[in-house]
T-cell receptor, first 111, second 115 residues
């Protein structure tokens, strides 16, 4: 049931772009994205809901393909502060309220 | 304006000891989750409360793990007879509404080390 994230790790130079993917084998109601820096709590970035609604930071871009049960997070013009581990959390259709998180994608942005 | 508060921040327990981990969610938040995070892994679901009702405890690894939220605010995760495999960071998160469509706010976690 755990969503699959890819890639596992990304190394960028400042200003470069990256895409992080999240896929599920079960029908999804929503996908959440969080970023966690070492030793800190995960921080909310965005929610993408079935039907197209999105909630989150204006500077974050993401997509949700309901037919494929996939979501992608787009990081453009990366900054040093983007470094951390990105997790997608999935909520399944069918009345379940729990979020199941993927294993994470580690992003390192270098000068 | 405080966020989710967890205590203690660090806990070292000898194998076989009981431990209690506390979570103070954001005031007014209905939903509360406990997650276990091993090093280099994503948060793994343990249990979920809506107010004082524990609606899902399917992620608790064994009957040594017990969680409660008696008044619908503060929650405690108790682990009895700790084992080395219990060593992990335990994260608490709360959300204002239905967690499927509202953000989770995480605490900084309790790092449990069982020796």
């Amino acid at each position: 049931q755990q969503p699959v994230q890819s890639p596992q790790a990304v190394i960028l130079r400042e200003g470069e772009d990256a895409v992080i993917n999240c896929s599920s084998s079960k029908a999804l109601y929503s996908v959440h994205w969080y970023r966690q820096k070492h030793g800190e709590a995960p921080v909310f970035l965005m929610i993408l809901l079935k039907g197209g609604e999105q909630k989150g930071h204006e500077k974050i871009s993401a997509s949700f393909n309901e037919k494929k049960q996939q979501s992608s997070l787009y990081l453009t013009a990366s900054q040093l502060s983007y470094s951390g581990t990105y997790f997608c959390g999935t909520a399944f259709s069918g009345g379940y309220n729990k979020l199941i998180f993927g294993a994470g994608t580690r992003l390192a942005v270098h000068p | 304006g405080a966020g989710v508060s967890q205590s203690p921040r660090y806990k070292v327990a000898k194998r076989g000891q009981d431990v209690a981990l506390r979570c103070d969610p954001i005031s007014g938040h209905v939903s509360l989750f406990w997650y276990q995070q091993a090093l280099g892994q994503g948060p793994e679901f343990l249990t979920y409360f809506q107010n004082e009702a524990q609606l899902d405890k399917s992620g608790l690894p064994s009957d040594r793990f017990f969680a409660e939220r008696p008044e619908g605010s503060v929650s405690t995760l108790k682990i009895q007879r700790t084992q080395q495999e219990d060593s992990a960071v335990y994260l608490c998160a709360s959300s204002l509404e239905n967690p499927r469509n509202s953000p989770l706010h995480f605490g900084n976690g309790t790092r449990l080390t069982v020796t």
